[in-house]
């Protein structure tokens, strides 16, 4: 599936068995919660922190898809086309980031 029909098919699902998009604030109330379970597997499974019983079950990428599903409806209520920003994200660190990855020590 592209970035694309992602949009679109989540546009649908809302207007369908969602009803409708919650406000443009609830959603980023809500990607951050999602972003902080992602966070929380993290801790737990790369970290130093160990898995509570009721973490045990959550997967990583079901949790990233959350995040994912949210920040699309974000932009789909804000008419973003998350495929251009994408490429226009891309063409930005291309120019930015050149050298800059290949120069940090840090990383050698």
């Not at 998009?21 to 922190?49: K, P």
């Not at 079950?57 to 920040?71: F, Q, R, S, Y």
């Given at each position: 599936?592209?970035?694309?029909?992602?949009?679109?098919?989540?546009?649908?699902?809302?207007?369908?068995?969602?009803?409708?998009?919650f406000?443009?604030?609830?959603?980023?109330?809500?990607?951050?919660?999602?972003v902080?379970?992602?966070?929380?597997?993290?801790?737990?499974?790369?970290?130093?922190?160990?898995?509570?019983?009721?973490?045990?079950?959550?997967?990583?990428?079901?949790?990233?898809?959350?995040?994912?599903?949210?920040?699309?409806?974000?932009?789909?209520?804000?008419?973003?086309?998350?495929?251009?920003?994408?490429?226009?994200?891309?063409?930005?660190?291309?120019?930015?980031?050149?050298?800059?990855?290949?120069?940090?020590?840090?990383?050698?």
């Amino acid at each position: 599936m592209t970035i694309k029909e992602a949009q679109e098919k989540i546009d649908g699902w809302i207007t369908t068995v969602g009803v409708r998009y919650f406000s443009e604030l609830t959603n980023m109330a809500i990607l951050t919660e999602e972003v902080g379970e992602v966070a929380r597997i993290m801790a737990r499974q790369y970290g130093e922190q160990s898995f509570k019983e009721s973490d045990k079950n959550k997967e990583l990428g079901d949790e990233l898809a959350d995040v994912m599903w949210v920040l699309l409806c974000i932009a789909n209520q804000t008419g973003v086309d998350m495929t251009a920003a994408l490429e226009k994200n891309f063409e930005k660190k291309n120019i930015r980031d050149a050298n800059r990855h290949k120069e940090n020590e840090k990383l050698q």
